[in-house]
């Protein structure tokens, strides 16, 4: 079993950045695919990036947003750079024991999300 914690949301200004932070506990993840979605009110969860091989990321948010994992934290991070209104939404980490779940995007794991919410 595998508990996962969001921290690093908040309220910034369009442009600013933040850092997500999901940490892990009750299993060692370093193997494990982890992914990023977020859900927007009124709308569907979106995934947004995701790691085991490598890095993957939406269309929306690629080049502005990048996930890297720290293991000896069994923490996985989310940067987000150049932020917009449109990124405002509850950030979710997920986690999976089967790499192949960064491109399948099925995860086993979910965390309680994090709130992230862009100003104009």
């Known amino acids: 079993q595998v508990q996962l914690v969001e921290s690093g949301g908040g309220l910034v200004q369009a442009g600013g950045s933040l850092r997500l932070s999901c940490a892990a506990s009750?299993?060692?993840?370093?193997?494990?695919?982890v992914g990023w979605f977020r859900q927007a009110p009124g709308k569907e969860r979106e995934f947004v990036a995701a790691?085991?091989?490598?890095?993957y990321y939406a269309d929306s948010v690629k080049g502005r947003f990048t996930i890297s994992r720290d293991n000896a934290k069994n923490t996985v991070y989310l940067l987000m750079n150049s932020l917009k209104p449109e990124d405002t939404a509850v950030y979710y980490c997920?986690?999976?024991?089967?790499?192949?779940?960064?491109?399948?995007?099925?995860?086993?794991?979910w965390g309680q999300g994090t709130q992230v919410t862009v100003s104009s």
């Open positions: 997920a986690a999976d024991p089967n790499p192949i779940a960064a491109m399948t995007r099925r995860y086993d794991y």
């Open positions: 790691i085991s091989w490598s890095p």
């Open positions: 009750g299993r060692t993840f370093s193997t494990y695919a």
